[in-house]
């Protein structure tokens, strides 16, 4: 049985390498020599370390488990059975020596000194990707104790890597970034760095993932400072131009958005860049994408929303038009991102309200408005209306004018959200105002019930409370502080005074009390039947 062929090897050596376990039972069991018998080709490998290097599961957990085979055995590269089975590919190899958890194996510190030799590199990282999948998220936790994160950015980093274990090093990171503990543990090692270095690469296997990795790490503030010093907003406004190839176009979009969302210092960053707003125009422009173009216009909003030179910037760049284009199109996606994208240009900005009027972009949203019976729309569009509207008058009222009473009073609706209750009230507060006022009009579709309503519920906030009871005033008293009889019998009929009564006594809020007690004095002016009405309550 110990007798070698002319490759130097034995009858056990084959059954090993050729998975016939019974044989190598056999072999082992007539001679206890046969267990760590080493080929005479200069290789030096023993029966265990043929199985794993062929894969042959069954046969090395024969031997490792009923024969207790030298784990530590290593042939006369000084590689062992973790190095041979990962340079075969054999993942089910890798994933039992894991579960065998022996401390003569160290499966992960091998694999991770692998991915700092030239002739392992590529096999390891390939073996961690498979390794680090959610399949096998058991073993992450001894992964990462093992300073796995850091061998896997020095192999990045390391400008003699090949590009095919970069490739696999970056599948690494994105399978620890879908945990938590895996983002902590790339933040802690400073890998942002690290990663933009691949957004400069020119292969897009590199930096395609790269984007990636840098979006899932962008909800840290603290890597997003990081983003910024290292270059990255560089690196991915210069993939926009990559116009043809969506998929990275549409991540590095994503991971732009996720960096400006609610942080002016990025979108300040951004905005600076000499290149982003041209790029975003181009690609509105550009791309016949429709999901794409809705990523687009979802960083525009992100981007400009209340950083006034990011929207002065992009109108200046022309870019209203196209971004009003994207309401024609039949894309409810497109249609949401464009009219958030024209609310974000707009609110708290008084000259891009009037730049987007002139461009008739009040004419398609009330069009969108009215046509749609989709309430998120209808929500969306209303909000894109109001931010248009600004704190002129003149416009408020011409914008209320055109969306109509009966929409509004119907934005009041109890079951619709709330930005929708506090335009409803507003625009009909504006509407009772003036020389020009609807009050009549609005007594006469009973507008104050739905309002009634919404003081009455204790889940109203307080901006809208104070907003309803603005408009009570406003639909109650006319010029020179003539009573609207019809409006003050309204409210009263609806049971308003109780709630106003209410507010005046128990709110903990000052403003509150002070609001309340003005409009109860409006309701009741002049008006003998609301006075005794109030006074009948015995809180007041």
């Not at 790490?217 to 926009?240: D, F, H, M, Q, R």
């Not at 960096?259 to 979108?267: G, M």
């Not at 011409?398 to 209750?421: M, R, T, W, Y």
Request: glycine share 6%.
């Amino acid at each position: 049985m110990d007798e070698f062929d002319e490759n130097g090897w034995a009858h056990v050596h084959h059954a090993a390498y050729n998975g016939y376990y019974k044989s190598v039972s056999r072999f082992i069991k007539s001679r206890e020599d046969q267990l760590e018998l080493e080929t005479q080709d200069g290789q030096q490998l023993t029966p265990f370390l043929l199985a794993c290097t062929n894969g042959h599961l069954e046969t090395v957990q024969l031997l490792a488990e009923e024969f207790h085979a030298n784990l530590k055995a290593k042939d006369r590269q000084l590689f062992g059975a973790v190095e041979l089975a990962a340079l075969k590919d054999h993942i089910n190899i890798l994933e039992y020596l894991l579960k065998l958890d022996s401390p003569d194996l160290e499966v992960w510190k091998s694999l991770i000194r692998g991915l700092s030799v030239s002739d392992l590199e590529t096999s390891c990282a390939k073996a961690l990707v498979e390794l680090t999948t959610e399949e096998n998220s058991d073993h992450l936790e001894s992964f990462l104790n093992a300073g796995g994160v850091l061998a896997v950015l020095n192999l990045l980093k390391n400008s003699l890597s090949s590009e095919e274990s970069k490739i696999f090093a970056l599948s690494v990171l994105l399978n620890l970034v879908r945990h938590d503990v895996g983002k902590e543990q790339l933040s802690k090692n400073r890998a942002v760095g690290t990663i933009i270095l691949q957004l400069k690469e020119t292969t897009r296997a590199l930096y395609l993932p790269a984007t990636r990795l840098l979006e899932a790490l962008a909800y840290s503030e603290e890597n997003k400072k990081a983003t910024v010093s290292n270059g990255g907003i560089e690196s991915l406004v210069g993939l926009l131009q990559y116009s043809d190839d969506e998929e990275v176009v549409e991540s590095a979009l994503r991971t732009l958005r996720v960096l400006s969302n609610s942080n002016s210092e990025i979108q300040t960053a951004v905005g600076s860049n000499k290149d982003i707003w041209k790029s975003l125009v181009s690609l509105l422009s550009g791309v016949k994408n429709k999901h794409v173009l809705a990523s687009v216009a979802k960083t525009v909003g992100t981007v400009v929303k209340g950083h006034t030179a990011n929207q002065n910037a992009f109108v200046a760049e022309n870019g209203v038009p196209p971004l009003m284009e994207l309401m024609r199109l039949r894309s409810r996606e497109c249609q949401f991102a464009a009219v958030q994208g024209i609310q974000a240009l707009a609110e708290g900005n008084e000259g891009n309200q009037s730049i987007v009027t002139e461009h008739g972009c009040v004419m398609m949203l009330m069009r969108l408005l009215k046509r749609s019976r989709a309430a998120d729309l209808r929500t969306l569009t209303a909000g894109a209306l109001w931010a248009i509207a600004g704190k002129k008058n003149a416009q408020r009222r011409s914008i209320s004018a055109e969306i109509g009473i009966n929409l509004l009073i119907e934005f009041l609706s109890e079951n619709l959200p709330q930005s929708l209750h506090f335009i409803g009230s507003e625009a009909l507060g504006v509407l009772a105002e003036g020389v020009r006022n609807k009050r009549d009009e609005i007594a006469k579709a009973n507008g104050v019930m739905p309002l009634v309503r919404l003081l009455g519920k204790s889940t109203t906030p307080g901006f809208i409370i104070r907003s309803v009871l603005r408009t009570w005033r406003a639909l109650c008293l006319c010029l020179g502080f003539r009573p609207h009889v019809q409006n003050q019998d309204a409210v009263t009929r609806e049971g308003g005074l109780k709630f106003l009564i209410r507010y005046m006594v128990q709110t903990r809020q000052d403003i509150n009390k002070v609001e309340a007690t003005y409009t109860l004095g409006c309701v009741c002016l002049r008006n003998s039947a609301d006075m005794k009405a109030a006074l009948d309550h015995k809180a007041l």
